[in-house]
C-alpha cells in the first residue's frame, strides 16, 4: 500500500468533505508525491448526504455515490471502506484499524464529521426510533414505515424530533414514504438558525398545508411502546400515537478518536485547529463538522469544502488559510423554497431589516444593510428563492438600488445586476465568476454541464446553476437551436408554428419556414409533428415518405430484415382467449413469441409481405397496434393491485388500461413508457418510467420523467394522495406539455432537467401543468381531448386501405415472392434467424435504408 520515495497519508473518513480532499489533492499532485490511504467506517463509498432525502424519491446509493470512476484505481491512492479506525499512535505516527492493519502516516487529515445528536428523552432507545444521518438509517425508517403501513392497513404516523434543515428532510422523508409526519421544535419557530420569525410564520404555514402538523415551543417527553405502536408525550401534554420516531435535532463533532489521542478539544467539543487546520499535533489536520475554528463548529458542507482546499494546499507546499466560509443556504423542503444568506438574522449592530410579506403568493422575503443602508448584510427568503443566486452575491458590496425592489416582485426596470469578477458564485467550491468565465473562455465550454465538471461549481447544493447558465450567456456563448441545416428553429419552435398555422405537408412547412428538401433528422420529426396534430394516417400522401422505417412499415425491423409484431394489452391484462388467438397466429405464420418487458407478447420472424395477413388476425381476435415501432406511448404496465394483492390499496389494473386507452397513438419526441403500482411495494417498477403512478391509501403519487435504457433515471415525485380525475389531468397536461416543447429524441427524464432553464425543472413544471402559471392548461386539456377524440388503429387504418395495402411487399415488381435473404433455425422448440445471405439489389428509389420494398435485379 506504500511505496518508497513517497509520503504517507491517511485521511480518517469518506463522508464528502474527505472526498473534496482526496480529490483536490490528486489535482494539485500530479506527480504523487503523496501515497494517500482512505478510511470509511460505511459499507460504501462516499454519496451525497445533501441530497439523502432523494434515497426515498428514487434514488438509489449508486445514484448518491460521489467517488468518480475509476478514482481510486490509481496506485497512489486506496480506500478502506467497512472499516473503522480505533486508536492512533501519535508517537510512533500510525494509525490501528478494526481490521487490526497498522498504517504509518507522515501527515494524518481527520475528516470524521458530526453523529446526531439524540435529546436525552426516555424511550429513545426503543425499537422504531431512528437517526436521520446515513443510509443504513434510511432503509431502516423505510423498512420500519413499510412494516407499519402494512400492520395497520390504514393511515400511519411518524415523528420528527427537530424542525431544523435535517427535521424538515426527515419530515419530507416520511412524507414520501406515505405516512402522516409530525414535526416537534423547541424553538418557536421552524428552521431558527436560518429563518427569522417572518419568515418562519410563512414556513409553517405553508409546511402544514402539505399535511404535516408542526408543534413548536414543547419538546418530547418520553416516549414508550404502545403494543406495536409507540406513544409519545410532548411536554405541553400533547400525546402522539405513532410508528416510528426520527430524532433529527443537531449534530455533534467526533471528537472521541482526537480526544483519546490527547489531541486539543473545545469545552463543548470539536478537534481544535488554526487557520491552516492543522490540530496541536502538527502531523495531523482536522476538517469538516468535526473541526473547531476560532471556537466554532462549520456545520455545512461548503465550510467543509473549503478546509478541504486548505489542507490540500498545505500539504502540497502552500500557505493557504481558513478565514471563515460562506454559510448560506438554500433548499426545497416538500416544495417550499427557503433560503438565508449573510447576517440573516441582522445580528450586526445597527443593522436595518426592509422585509416585504406576500401571504397571498405565498412568499417572503428580508434583505439585511448596514446602518447606514450602503451595504447588503444578508437576507431571508420563503416561498420563491429565485432571487437567491443573485442576492447572495452582494452580501458584503455596495447596495445596488432600493432595496425593496431588490427584494420585491416587481417587474424588471433594465437596472440588471452586473456581479463584479470575485464574487463568490459557488460557496461549496468557493469559485469566482471570474474564475468560472474564464474557464469558459479559455476552455471553450458551452454547456452548464461542462462548467461544473471544469469548475466544481454546482456540484455541491447545487443553488448556483441558475447563475452558471447566466454567466455562459454572459460570456458570448450561442448555443444554436436550429433543428438541422433546413430549419433554424428548435423543434418546438416548429411544433408551435405548425400547430398555429395548422400546416399539413412537408411541402408546405418547408416552403414556409426551412430550406431544400430536408433530411433523416427533419423529415421523422415533422412526421411526428403532423401525427401528434392529428392530420390523418401516417401513410398517406407525403407523410408515408417522411417516416422512420419502422414507422413506414408499423413494425419493428430486426437484425435480419424479418419484423416483429406487437399487439396492444392493455395494462398487461389478457384474456384465455387473447392468448390463444395470439398463440394460434404465432404458430401458423412460425413466429418467435417472447414476453416482453412491458407485459406485453411480442412476435418476431415476420416477412413484410405477411404483416397486414398477421395483422388482420391479430384485429378479429380483438387486438390493436401497440405501436412498438413508433415514438410513442409504448406501455402502461401495472401490478394486479388491490383486486387480488393482499398488499394492494387501490385497484391499479383497471387505472393502467384506462390510462393506456386514453394516449395509445400519441406521437411524441422519444418513446413513452408508464407504470401503476397498487401499493409502495412498487411491483410495477413505477418508479422507472416517464410516466409512474403509485397507490396510496388516500389516492394516487403520480412520478414523472424517468426511463431506464442506457441512462438510466428514477422519476421525480410530482404530485402526492390526489384523486383520480386530479391525476389523469395532471397526466394529459405533462404529455401534452411534452409533445409540445420537447427538443428532437429527447426523454421525458432530460426534458424535465432542463425545463424553468435548468434549474428545479420539476418546479417549474408543477407551475405550469398543476398551477397554471403560463395559462395554457385550458389549451393542453384541449389538445388531449381532441386525440382522444380522433385514435385510430394504424393497423385497421391500413386493412381497410388499398392503397396502404400495396407498399407491404418484399419486392415492387414480384409482390408475391418472398424475400430469400430471411430465413431460420429451430432451437428451444422455436424460430431464430440464421442471418441475410448475400443478394444484389437495388432499392425502388435509390435509397439503402434497411426495410425498403425491393426490386429483384436480374
Not at 143 to 148: D, G, P, R
Not at 540 to 568: C, F, H, M, W
Not at 813 to 835: K, L
Request: aromatic share 6%; hydrophobic share 40%; proline share 4%.
Amino acid at each position: 500500500m506504500f511505496s518508497a520515495g513517497q509520503r504517507n497519508l491517511v485521511v480518517v473518513g469518506n463522508g464528502m468533505v474527505g472526498q473534496r480532499f482526496v480529490e483536490l489533492l490528486a489535482e494539485g499532485d500530479p506527480d504523487r508525491a503523496w501515497q494517500v490511504t482512505v478510511i470509511g467506517e460505511e459499507p460504501r463509498p462516499a454519496y451525497d448526504r445533501v441530497a439523502l432525502s432523494s434515497f426515498f424519491d428514487g434514488s438509489t446509493a449508486e445514484d448518491l455515490n460521489l467517488v468518480p470512476d475509476g478514482f481510486y484505481d490509481d496506485a497512489s491512492y486506496a480506500l478502506l471502506v467497512n472499516e473503522e479506525v480505533v486508536s492512533v499512535e501519535r508517537a510512533e505516527r500510525q494509525v490501528i484499524t478494526s481490521a487490526g492493519r497498522v498504517l504509518p502516516y507522515d501527515a494524518l487529515v481527520l475528516a470524521t464529521g458530526s453523529y446526531p445528536f439524540v435529546p436525552p428523552v426516555p424511550g429513545s432507545e426503543l425499537p422504531n426510533c431512528f437517526v436521520y444521518r446515513t443510509i443504513d438509517d434510511l432503509e431502516g425508517i423505510r423498512a420500519a414505515v413499510a412494516a407499519a403501513r402494512s400492520r395497520n392497513r390504514g393511515r400511519s404516523a411518524g415523528m420528527v424530533v427537530g424542525g431544523g434543515l435535517l427535521g424538515l428532510e426527515a419530515a419530507h422523508a416520511l412524507r414520501l414514504l406515505g405516512i402522516s409526519p409530525h414535526v416537534v421544535e423547541m424553538a418557536p419557530r421552524l428552521m431558527p438558525l436560518q429563518v427569522d420569525e417572518g419568515g418562519g410564520q410563512l414556513l409553517r404555514s405553508l409546511i402544514q398545508a402539505l399535511d404535516v402538523t408542526v408543534h413548536l415551543g414543547t419538546s418530547t417527553a418520553q416516549i414508550v411502546t404502545d403494543g406495536e405502536r409507540l406513544l409519545a408525550t410532548l411536554t405541553n401534554g400533547t400525546e402522539l400515537d405513532l410508528d416510528v420516531v426520527v430524532f433529527s435535532a443537531g449534530i455533534r463533532p467526533r471528537d472521541q478518536l482526537a480526544r483519546n489521542c490527547g489531541l486539543a478539544v473545545g469545552g463543548r467539543g470539536g478537534i481544535t485547529v488554526d487557520e491552516g487546520c492543522r490540530t496541536s499535533d502538527e502531523h495531523i489536520y482536522a476538517i469538516g463538522e468535526c473541526a473547531l475554528v476560532d471556537g466554532r463548529i462549520w456545520g455545512l458542507v461548503g465550510p467543509g469544502y473549503t478546509m478541504a482546499s486548505v489542507v490540500a494546499d498545505r500539504l502540497l507546499g502552500g500557505g493557504t488559510t481558513f478565514t471563515g466560509a460562506d454559510m448560506s443556504t438554500k433548499l426545497k423542503l416538500m416544495g417550499v423554497d427557503v433560503a438565508s444568506f449573510g447576517d440573516a438574522m441582522a445580528s450586526a449592530e445597527g443593522a436595518l431589516e426592509v422585509a416585504v410579506s406576500n401571504p397571498v403568493a405565498g412568499s417572503y422575503a428580508k434583505l439585511v444593510v448596514d446602518d447606514q443602508a450602503q451595504t447588503v448584510l444578508g437576507g431571508v427568503l420563503v416561498g420563491d428563492a429565485s432571487k437567491y443566486s443573485t442576492l447572495r452575491t452582494l452580501v458584503g458590496r455596495d447596495l445596488p438600488g432600493d432595496p425593496v425592489a431588490l427584494i420585491a416582485n416587481v417587474e424588471d426596470t433594465g437596472n440588471r445586476l452586473v456581479l463584479a469578477d470575485d464574487a463568490q458564485v459557488c460557496s461549496c467550491a468557493n469559485v469566482s465568476k471570474g474564475a468560472i468565465c474564464s474557464a469558459i473562455t479559455e476552455q471553450g465550454l458551452t454547456e452548464v454541464g461542462e462548467v461544473k465538471a471544469n469548475t466544481k461549481a454546482g456540484t455541491g447544493c447545487g443553488s448556483c446553476v441558475s447563475l452558471l447558465k447566466s454567466l455562459l450567456a454572459e460570456s458570448g456563448v450561442a448555443i444554436s437551436k436550429a433543428l438541422c441545416e433546413h430549419f433554424a428553429m428548435s423543434r418546438a419552435e416548429l411544433f408551435d408554428i405548425v400547430r398555429v398555422m395548422q400546416l399539413r405537408s412537408f411541402s408546405e412547412i418547408v416552403s414556409g419556414y426551412g430550406t431544400g428538401r430536408g433530411c433523416d433528422i427533419c423529415k421523422p420529426v415533422i412526421a411526428s409533428i403532423l401525427a401528434s396534430l392529428n392530420t390523418g394516417h401516417i401513410l398517406d400522401g407525403e407523410q408515408a415518405a417522411l417516416q422512420d422505417t419502422n414507422d413506414r412499415y408499423l413494425a419493428n425491423i430486426q437484425k435480419d430484415g424479418s419484423y416483429s409484431v406487437v399487439p396492444r394489452i392493455a395494462g398487461g391484462e389478457i384474456t384465455p382467449q387473447g392468448l390463444i388467438a395470439i398463440g394460434q397466429i404465432a404458430e401458423d405464420y412460425g413466429l418467435y413469441t417472447k414476453i416482453t418487458g412491458g407485459q406485453r407478447i411480442d412476435l418476431l420472424g415476420a416477412r413484410v409481405e405477411q404483416l397486414p395477413e398477421i395483422w388482420r388476425r391479430l384485429v378479429d381476435a380483438g387486438f390493436e397496434s401497440g405501436h412498438a415501432y413508433g415514438k410513442a406511448l409504448r406501455t402502461v404496465k401495472s401490478c394486479v393491485g388491490s383486486s387480488w394483492c393482499r398488499y394492494g390499496v387501490q385497484d391499479s389494473v383497471t387505472l393502467a388500461i384506462d390510462l393506456e386507452l386514453r394516449y395509445r397513438g400519441l406521437r411524441s419526441p422519444h418513446k413513452i413508457k408508464a407504470g401503476v403500482s397498487g401499493c409502495a411495494r412498487e411491483c410495477a417498477e413505477a418508479q422507472s418510467k416517464d410516466v409512474g403512478v403509485i397507490a396510496t391509501e388516500n389516492g394516487w403519487n403520480l412520478y414523472v420523467g424517468g426511463n431506464g435504457g442506457f441512462r438510466p433515471r428514477h422519476a421525480n415525485l410530482l404530485l402526492i394522495d390526489v384523486d383520480r380525475e386530479s391525476l389523469i389531468r395532471t397526466i394529459d397536461r405533462f404529455l401534452m406539455f411534452y409533445v409540445r416543447t420537447a427538443d428532437r429524441l429527447q426523454r421525458t427524464a432530460s426534458w424535465v432537467e432542463s425545463l424553468g432553464g435548468g434549474v428545479d425543472g420539476i418546479a417549474y413544471l408543477r407551475s405550469v401543468i398543476v398551477e397554471d402559471s403560463l395559462g395554457i392548461c385550458a389549451d393542453l386539456d384541449e389538445a388531449m381531448a381532441a386525440h382522444v377524440a380522433n385514435y385510430a388503429d394504424e393497423w385497421r387504418g391500413v386493412l381497410e386501405d388499398p392503397d396502404r395495402l400495396s407498399r407491404f411487399v418484399s419486392f415492387i415488381n414480384a409482390p408475391g415472392t418472398p424475400d430469400p435473404t430471411i430465413s431460420f433455425r429451430a432451437e428451444r422448440g422455436q424460430i431464430r434467424p440464421v442471418g441475410p445471405v448475400p443478394l444484389t439489389v437495388s432499392s425502388k428509389a435509390g435509397s439503402s435504408q434497411a426495410g425498403s420494398a425491393l426490386e429483384v435485379i436480374g
